[in-house]
């Protein structure tokens, strides 16, 4: 059971994980493991398919609860560090696609997990920031390089000013930016797409394009042709080619 992490399943195959700490869902070490524990979870029920990462309230994640900073030191940041990187790699790693639904400010490990997510829609209300520089720390470079070009990256960490989800967007961040009134809407239209695959064709297919992000053309697509052939010998992959073959027969568009 966790205290700040909410999970509830609002619709089938779908899961909504909320981010419910404080007023701005600062993050501690403990709401880290939860964090955690939570995504192993998720990658264990076979009754979900997806899920929708979204913060309870205003905010959807202000980053490291900064109480945490101020006792740090070499060996205790150690610690505390590797808790969040369990935190990280397991949302990563979660074996179903998850989908964040930025309802506010994302700053610090808030982008951080933003950019650990497979899809994001943000609301026109959302703002991104690196604020570790001005507060002492390093760290989310690494993270928010998934999303964004070098120089964009590196303007937002060496200046720590955020920008809105517009901006972040024209500077190439593959985001879907929705007025706020429809965000969980559109978050949720995107889950439901997801969630009627089959969960075995997700899974080897989130394993697929986290193997490969990493490797060169070559070998990176090496790679997702084991999948495709691990996929292939299972029943839903038959019922899916039937069913498409069907589809063409009766005269429907590809």
């Not at 960490?157 to 901006?167: I, P, R, S, Y």
């Amino acid at each position: 059971m966790t205290e700040h992490i909410l999970i509830s399943q609002p619709e089938p195959g779908i899961a909504l994980v909320e981010l419910a700490r404080g007023k701005v869902n600062a993050i501690d070490h403990r709401m880290y493991g939860e964090l955690a524990e939570a995504f192993d979870r998720l990658s264990d029920d076979p009754t979900v398919n997806v899920a929708v990462l979204t913060g309870r309230g205003h905010v959807f994640c202000a980053g490291n609860d900064l109480n945490d900073f101020r006792t740090m030191d070499t060996t205790s940041g150690e610690l505390q560090m590797r808790n969040v990187r369990r935190a990280m790699f397991n949302l990563i790693d979660c074996s179903i696609p998850v989908i964040a639904a930025v309802n506010g400010p994302a700053l610090g490990s808030g982008f951080g997990l933003t950019a650990s997510c497979d899809l994001v829609v943000a609301s026109a209300k959302a703002t991104f920031g690196l604020p570790e520089m001005n507060v002492g720390v390093l760290g989310g470079g690494r993270f928010t390089a998934r999303m964004l070009p070098q120089q964009a990256m590196r303007r937002l960490f060496f200046t720590a000013e955020a920008v809105d989800a517009h901006t972040l967007e024209r500077w190439g961040a593959p985001i879907e930016v929705v007025p706020h009134d429809v965000l969980m809407t559109t978050a949720l239209t995107r889950a439901r797409s997801i969630a009627s695959k089959s969960r075995y064709a997700l899974t080897l297919a989130k394993q697929s394009l986290n193997g490969c992000e990493g490797m060169d053309l070559k070998r990176g697509y090496e790679l997702e042709q084991t999948f495709t052939v691990r996929l292939s010998e299972h029943p839903d992959s038959k019922t899916a080619v039937e069913a498409r073959m069907a589809a063409l027969t009766n005269g429907k568009n590809i």
